[in-house]
């Protein structure tokens, strides 16, 4: 009775130890797969002393932006707009603005407020672009927005 037991127990060792993974015992600042960089004492990106996190911005992911009006509706490369809407969060949580038509390029933009931004056309080729509002809520994106030539 004992062997069959014993003989049981090693076949679920045998069969659980694989499932065992060696990352569990990973060093620090590995990169465990499924799990991104590992969290072992790492720092936030300010820092992690009491003082720095309490000094964090906290950051209200459930309001979602939304823009209401773009004013010009219709600009020239390198001429500013004031885009007006709900929800964009405070200055430390707005995260930017991008134009459809200057791909991943940095938009010049000024935050006034939570609901005015006012930003820069980049310099792209004239035609239709969407306008994005990226805040800590997430995306908002106007009505097609005609870039002019120069």
């Known amino acids: 009775m004992i062997p069959r037991i014993f003989s049981s127990l ?3 060792m045998v069969l659980l130890l694989p ?16 799990a991104g960089y590992t969290l072992h004492d790492a720092e936030s990106i300010k820092g992690h002393d009491a003082q720095t996190v309490e000094k964090d911005p906290v950051c209200d992911s459930s ?11 219709e600009a020239k490369p390198g001429q500013a707009i004031t885009i007006k809407g709900e929800q964009f969060g405070t200055k430390d ?7 459809s038509a200057a791909g991943p390029t940095t938009i010049d933009y000024t935050y006034i407020n939570d609901t005015t931004i006012q930003a820069t ?3 792209v080729r004239p ?3 969407f306008i994005d509002v990226i805040a800590s809520g997430g995306n908002a994106r106007s009505k097609a ?5 120069k």
């Open 19 to 34: 499932s065992f993974s060696v990352h569990a015992v990973a060093d620090e600042g590995v990169i465990v797969d499924g």
């Open 121 to 123: 056309v980049p310099d």
């Open 10 to 12: 090693v076949m679920v």
């Open 145 to 149: 927005f005609l870039i002019q030539a």
């Open 127 to 129: 035609g239709m672009s």
């Open 63 to 73: 309001k979602k932006p939304k823009i209401i009006t773009i004013e010009p509706d």
């Open 93 to 99: 949580c707005f995260r930017g603005v991008a134009f």
